[in-house]
Every structure is written in structure tokens, then in C-alpha cells.
């Protein structure tokens, strides 16, 4: 036995893996990367061309050069991977592997072939280099994840995403261990899928873009490659003016004539679910869907239908009086007559928060909580299974922290035996009012890492206290994978700049801000619409901007601690703070549109020079009265860092 | 009549726009950009998109939001665009267009709606800023391209290029108002697309990586609404491992077992010529791939078959001697067969020099010439239409200085009129040896607008004095519409940093070196398998490295003027350079790879260190003996600027 048998924490190895694995055992020595490994494997296709995906990534990492399948069958393999079975892409099965790498031998051993695939991602993050190339160090790791269900939402209806970006995410997600696909294919602004039952949905609700049913099978294929479930939503009752714009004789209100929405908001087009009609419709429909993906679990939407035109036509107000319903009980009607349709397409029923009705219980549906705890809790009271998206909203631009310290179980439910078995996991939900193909990268990634922390590793391993200097890590690790999270906000520093060489003072401005959280971006859903550019300043800020962070950190430490390094760190930051608004003057030429930042430069001007005055009086070059100090406060105070849809992350103290 | 008359040129006109109009004429005022732009279209769905996506780009680049066809259909619009006419997408339409913009007024007029769509990229490339907004001048052009065939030539059998890819180059093209997509779909290292007829070509020679038949049409379509005309080719009989790894009856070698090409180079197997099952496979793949593609034009390579089977094979020997021929006269007589399959199919034969032969010349087919001028000379003299390559392989990674001037009619035929009739224009060629999906654009851009410029712009309107500068300025527009040029450049070079937020150090190291010119990057073809990463620093480096031409620019500018500008310019470089070297040592740690640039560094270490010295001389602060200058030019001609695959572009002198 090579190993120290002291397990170490993830601390000590150098925060490299991202999720944290369940259990890591350090060895001493290292096994050096070169030309030679060379694998043996037992397992399937999948395997074999994950194998040859680790490689090109290794290859690219490193620089070496790897023949086509230059592989072995024998014990000279000095990289043996090992996996029992294949796995059908689907709930609940073994997603667990073992990673031993000693001096001499990488050995992946894993009950299925997705745990071994898993234990490559994990490999590749464990490379290591120094001056003379590049290594693994030896470790021993078995790991296995906490939660069966670690999905990503995309929306792909309010802004489309070509089969490209589709795919990026896939290897993305698998890439942070995340194995749940949900695809929101419908709402208000746009249907996206091709169906040959209806075709009107996209001649007439789609602007041209939607998929084909090949390339739902393309990337079905893709992500079961990846051992990712792909899950469809078609969003039912509400959020339903395209299916309406359509087919407008399924509307609750006569005489309907949609057009597919252009704004975000909550609109009022719902089906109705009073006719026979609807259930032919939706019958007809989710069988033709419920063909092209192979998934077990089907998601019908159910949120936010205010029944508006419920409440106003007079069959459908007639209807409920007979049935003695009121709205949510007329859903939940609805909603048990739909899962007659799954049944039969052989699908487990899904739902956002407000299918959760007494009368759909004996439906069994899969509730998908948004809306707070409250749902979770009530849904295992009446011993629903449940997937948790509140505190996920990744569109919301909160920080990676804020999500990082949500768990799919409350609380109060940490202890509850029922929560345990019904709790299946989380999903990121990436709503896209406010992203498009080319910004989604940078909304989605590198936060969603740490969401996959959460959904992979045990609540006790997780560290936020390096998470961001993980997330740098991790950052260029998903670049390496494909991710334009990063390019694509230079593009749009850079276009600024006139593609100068050197734009690193206009990104460490807008690295210093974050773009409004929540809503705030779009007031009431209208200043924005789905044509409107999002390749502007505040697409390209995050919502954790580094330079912010490090001049916030240095703040702390320097308050804690008094080191001069980090006075010099201060020193710097308000040094470029004081130069930002001749940046912005003179970039405004050219480039008019930066005028929404000149007031802010204006300010970090001042705050940057106060700072520096405050420095030299921390270093004792110059004596301020208190007057003084009170005058700088105040000055200080009165600046104003909001423009250009943009908050500055970390007001200076 | 508002507009001056006097024809200003193109430097009046800032050099705006790229290929330079034919006639431009300057007006008093400007056009100011707001979210009143409101047109009123004549034309076709083809013209409507285009001003869809012209109201997209606008938008990205100014930041007005405006709403979905907002249109108007009377006098009131601002902007009107009238197209006579849609155009069939094939060779020889008109596409001229006149654009006229007036203080008020924004008119644009054409024959065909892809003239008017030409119109739409033109005022684009116009848009101009000050600090209050976003403007176009006042302007009268009249445009008309050169020659009627304006090509990219794109290789996808090497690496594969994904959909995505191909449409990025279809934007970028139309943005350089290039008209033909030729697209390199066979080779011995692939066959890239569907075949029902012959599905072992995909199945056994593409590593599952080809276009499906409904990929086809997409792209086909996509183009078509750019107005381009995609031509296939589908390399025979030489250039064909691919073809006979899948089906190696046809081989000119008996008992032939094959399998895909992974090195680069020119290989042996070969159709043989000699039997009918040959012909019958042609001409039904070829029937199939004639109903994908709607133009007239078909490929069919030709080139580089060496015929070593043909000289080896007895039944090929006892062939060739009964019919009297050599081998250049069994390719002709295979090429004439093919035609009758080709005229079966309605499709005119196109193929590289080789296949010209005076046996061939009833086919007429079209040459497209890449050997030399020869070729040209030669088809001309036959009475063939001609295409021109030659000078235009932008895979070589020569200078864009020397495609510029580069012309598709060759100097001793300028004023010959059968010339100015048969030589339809030219084609750049991006062959992908060395080149996959994510360097691509890096490779073609900006460099081939450029050379759009030679195929659009009358001769004598080039302007190659300021190409450079005008590139830099293409290059963001080209960015704006999707090109990844700079991007996948940064992500190399960010990589090597470990994604430091300022990596413009390390980006003007790269920037002073060109990868190796010519084919000596991979000499004999084998050193890059088409496995090896291309993601390596020499694929982050360009043909005409930004850093590297501003440093000569400052000497000669330097030399002839004396000016103390360019000294400070000159200055800042040799600080620059002395820096490298402990840069490079700073990041080797973490990329070991930079391991190849130690030397260079060290020479640019030196070189700076003299050229501080030299400067100090020039100003008068120190005196330098005839010994000393003599030591310190030996020193720096001693200096090893190689390294790494790449070399330095402008040797300091």
C-alpha cells in the first residue's frame, strides 16, 4: 500500500476538482503525462469515445501529441479503465467510480460506464505542470455524487439557441458532472420545436427558429453520450401565446388573434381547458413529443397562469361553476386530464411549483419547486417527488455565493426521511429575457460549477471560502472544454476599444461592476424586447466581477491585518479608479454609447483620488484633520456608482 | 443637386468601406442614426431578411433598440430600399447597387435584391460616431463588382467543420460581398457527406463527422439567402483514400485495404480508371450529390494524382498501351467520362490545372487554376473558362500584402479580351491541414478581405498603402458579425496566463511572430497527425502580426523623418522586448509548453538591451565607439529569432 492512509481534505489537494469529490487520498510522487500513456479499456462505445474526447482535451492542455486509439489490450496499459456495465441514460443509476493514480499507473474503475466517463473529467482536471511538463499526483479518489438529479434549464424560447450552443452547454454540464438536460421549448415568445402534427406552431410561432426533429435526435444522441437526460418542457396552461398564436380556437377567450410575444412579462393567453378540443390538441401533441425524447420524465410548465380569461369568459366561468372549481382546482383538472396523455406516451408528469394541487396527487406528478421552500415541504408532505430550482435562478445575476449556500433540502427537512428519498436534486434555470446565443456562456458558466458542487458533493465537503479562487480554476478549465464565457465579453470590451491590442483598462472597469440583479434590468418586462442587442456594456459584466472582489478583499485583509502588501494592492486599485474617466472620455468618440458610464467613471475618479489621500495618511505622508476625514466621508458618500444598467458590486468602505 | 461633384477617392472617404465601391461621391452633412430609421422595402423575402438582419448588426453596433419590422409601406420612410427584381442565385447575375444618403433620406436602388443586400453591407461598413451619436455621411455610391465570381474555398475533409463554422464563413463572406461558397467535401483523410446510395463512405470514412442530407439544404438555403452559390467538389480520381476505404473495389491497386489518411501529404490510392464499376459509382454518388446542390457548377478536383498505381497495375498497363495513352491521357479520358454523368445531372465540370488536356477540351470544362499562371495562359489560349487560385492559398500564411497583389488575370493577358470574357475571377482556398473549427476564422480573417477586395474592386482603385489600417478596421466589423478571429487568438494566449485578467504582455509577444510560412510548419506532411491540437501558440500567431509591423513601421518612418515620435514608439518596444524573457520564465511554471520561446525571448531580451543602447546613442546621451557598434551588430545578428514553429516577422534591423 502506497497511499498515506490519512485522508486529506480538499483544501489540501489544491482545490482541483470542481465538484468535490466524496473521498480523496493523497500519495506520495506523481505520474508524469507524455506521450506514452496509453490505455486499456473495457466498457462501451460511449466509453471509447469519451476516451478519445479526454484525449483531445489532454492534448490541447498539454500540448502532446496522441495517435487515433494508439491504445492497448494488455497489462502494458499504464492507464486501465475499468467500467461493469453500460448504463441506460436515465434516473437513479450508478454514477459512482474510483480514480487511483500512483507513480506508474492510472487505474478508473467504475460499475458503469458514465461513472468512468465521470472519472475522466475528473483526471483532467487533476492536471498538474511544472517547468519541466506536465503530471498527475498520486491520489486515490472514489466518488460518488449526493443527489441522482443535477440538472441546467435552458430557455430557449425567449432568445433561441442554434444546435452550437446547445452542444456547448452539453459538454459543459458533463464536464462539472451535471446529468439533466431541461429543455423549456415553448412559452409566450416563441415555440421551437418542429412537429408535424401542427405545423403552424413554428410556420406561424417560431420566427424560423426552431429545431428539426433531426436535430432533436442529434442532440438527444449528443447528450446520451454524455450520460446527460434531456428532459422537454412545453409550457400548459399559461405561457402558451405562441401554441395560441397558432392554433387561437384552443384559447380561453373567443376570437383570440396572438402574435408571439415580443417583451418578458407574464401575459394572459392560456388554453382552454374547458374543450375537447384542447385535450385532442395536447393529446396528439405530447405523443408526437414525447417520441423524440426518450426520458421517462416530461415537463408541462403549469406556472403563473393568472386564469385571467378564465375569470371572463362565460363557458369557461359556466364550466367552473358546474364543476364547483375554482381556478387552481380547473388546473388541476386540467392538468390530471394532460397526465392521461403522458400515462398512455408512457411519461412521468412534471411541473413547476403550482401543479402541486390536492386533487393531482393521485397523478403522482414530479413537482419542480421555484417559488420558495414552501413548495418543497408541502410536496413531501403529500410525498411528491421534488426538484429544486429556488435559489438556482441563475438569470437573476445574484452571486455564486448566494447559490452556492442553497441546498436542494431545506433546512427543515435536513433530518426528514421522506425529504431524503423525494428530494431528487436541483436544476440551474437559465431564463434567457435578457441573453442570447452570444451572451449565454457568461450568464451560465462559471456559476454553474458551484451550483454542480452543490447537487454532486456531500453538504460537509463543500468550501466557500475559496470558492472564487476555485471558480478562476475551474473558469479557464471550461474554456479549455469549449465555453465562450469568457470571449464573449472581451468581444464586447473590445469592440469599445476599436479591437485595440491592449484593452485590459476597459475590462478592469467593467470588472468592477455588476449588471442590475433580480428584474431591475427590464422594469416590468418592456424596456427591453427580444430584438434589442444584448452585446452591450452591461452583457458583458458578471455578476461576481473579479476586480471588485480582489479590491474588496484587500480592504478586509488590509483592515485585519495591516499588511502593507495589501495598502499597495489599495494603492493600485484607486490609482487606475482615479484614471477611468479620461478612459471614458477618451474612448466616447468613438464609441458614444460608453456616455452612460461617464458619470460612474466621474465617481470612481473621486473615490480613487480620496483614496489615495487616505493612504498617504494611513502611511502617515500626510495629516488629515478631522474635518478633513469627515469632508472626504462625505465626498465619498455622494458619489454615485449606478449607470448604464450597472451597480458597482463592492462599495468602497 | 446637394452632392459636390467632384469624385472623391477612397482615402477621402476614410476608407470606409471594404471592397472599395467603384464610385463614390462625397456630400455635404450626414444622416443622423436614432431609432426613427424606418424603411420601406421593395423586394424580395430574400431582400426582408437581409434588412432583419441589418437592423441586427446596426443595433449591436450602436445600441438603438428598435422593434421587429417596424416598417412603413408609404413616403414617410426615411430609408428606402428597392430591388427590381430577385435574382436567382447563379453566376453572372446583376449586383450592382446605388446607395444615396442625404441629410433626410437614405436610398438605396438596385437591379437584383442581392445588389440592394450589397447595398445594406455597404452602409453598414458607413456607420460613424462622435461623442453625441452614431451617423452616416452624406454620400453617392454607385457599385459594381470586377469579376462575377468572388470565392472562399473551404476544406473540410482534413478537419471537419461543423455547421456552425460554415455559416460563420457564409456571414463573413457576405459581409466582404463574396458570391461563392466552394466547398472541399472529400479528400483522403474524409468523405463529409451523406450518401444514400453509398453509405459506407460516411460509415467507414468520416469518423462520424459528416453533413446530413438536411445539414445540406440548410446550408444550401443559408447561403442562398446571402446570395451564394455553393459548388461541391468531390476529389477524383486521385485524393480519393477516403472514397476507396470505403469501397475498395474501385481501387486502381488490386486487393486495396485502406483506411483514412491521418497525416497530410499525397497518397497513392487511386480510382481505377479502366473498369465500368468505376463509372457506374460516379455516376449515381454523383447524381446524388448533384440534387443537393442547386448550381450549375460542379467540382471534381483532378488535382495532384500521380498515377503510381497506374504504372503498377497490369490491367491499368495493358489499358494505357491499347489505347495509346500516358497517364495525363487516361485522367482526361476518365474526366470525359465523368462529364457525360455530370451533363446527365445538368451540371457544368469544374477541376484544378491537372485537369486540363487537350482530350478534355470538348468537355469545356471550367479550369481552376492553382499551379501558376501557366494554367491560365494555357486554358485561355483553349478558349476555357478559368478560375484562379494561385496566390490566393491563404492556408500558406503568406503576408495579405501578397495576395493584394495578386490579380486573377495574369499581367501578359491585362488587355486580352478572350481574358477579360473567360476568367471569371478567383478563389481563396483554405485547406485544413493545419487548421480545425476553432482557428479557422483566424486563418481567413481578416486576410481574405483583402483579397475580396482584389475580386470585387476595380484594379485601379486598390489602395495597398493603407491595407493594413483599413484591416484593422474591417477586423472589428468582421468581429460584429460573428467572426471569432481575435477571440480564438486571446483564448491560446489566455490559456498560457492561466486567464489573467491582463494578458497583453503575453498577446504582444505573440503578436510580434508568424507562424512558419509556406508547408514548413509540417514538413513532409507528418509531423501534425489530424488529431494534433491546434490550439498550440503558434495557431494563436498571424500571418501579419499587429506589434511586429508597428515596430518596422517606426524604424523606416524613423529613418526617413527623424522624429522623435518614432524614437518613443522604438523605445517602448525595446522595453517591451527586454521584458520577455522573464515573462516567459514567469509563466513556465504553469505552461511549460512556452518552453520552445525561451531562446526567442532571450534574443528579444538582448535585442531590446541594444536597442536601448542604440537609442540612448541616437538622442546624444551616451557615445558608442566604431568597436562597440560593431560588437552590438554582431550581437543582434547573432540572435536566434526562431522558435516554436514560428519566426519572427520583421527581422529588427
Known sequence: MIFTTVKINAQQMDHQVMPLPKEVVAGPGEFIINSKLKPRIEGSERLIKAVDRFYNVLSKKTGIFYNLRDWSDDDSANFEIIAEEKAPVELGIDESYSLKITNDKIQIKAKTDIGAMYALQTLLQLTESNEKGYFFKSVEIFDAPRFPWRGLMLDVSRHFMPVAAVKRQLDLMHTMKMNVFHWHLSDDQGWRIESDSFPLLTEKASDGKFYTKEQIHEIVKYADDLGIRVIPEFDVPGHATAILTAYPKLASENNANYT?????????????????KTYNFIHILFNEMALLFPDKYFHIGGDENEGKHWDRDPEIIAFKEKKGFDNHELQAWFNSRLNKSLVDAGKIMMGWDEILHKDLIDSNPVIHSWRGEDGIIKSIDNDLRVIRSHGFYIDLMQSTSYHYFMDPVPQSLIDNEKAKKLIFGGEATMWSELVDQNSVDSRIWPRSAAIAEVFWSERNKLDGEN??????KISSHL??????HISNRHKIIRRYTENQQDFSDLLYFNDLMAPYRFYHRNPKGTLYSMLSPLNQWADACIADPVESRKFSNAVKNYIANQNPEDL???????????????????????????????QVSQ?????????LKLLDFLSGKIILSDAEMISMSERIHGLKFKGGELVLKHFPS
Open 467 to 472: 470558492l472564487f479562487q476555485r471558480l478562476d
Open 568 to 598: 499597495q494592492k489599495l494603492e493600485n486599485h484607486f490609482k487606475k479608479w482615479a484614471e477611468l474617466e479620461d478612459l471614458i472620455n477618451s474612448l466616447i468618440q468613438k464609441s458614444p454609447q460608453l456616455d452612460s458610464l461617464r
Open 479 to 484: 474554456e479549455l472544454n469549449g465555453s465562450e
Open 603 to 611: 465617481s470612481f475618479k473621486i473615490a480613487g483620488e480620496e483614496g
Open 260 to 276: 408571439i410575444e415580443r417583451h418578458a412579462g407574464i401575459f394572459d393567453p392560456t388554453l382552454d381547458p374547458t374543450k375537447e
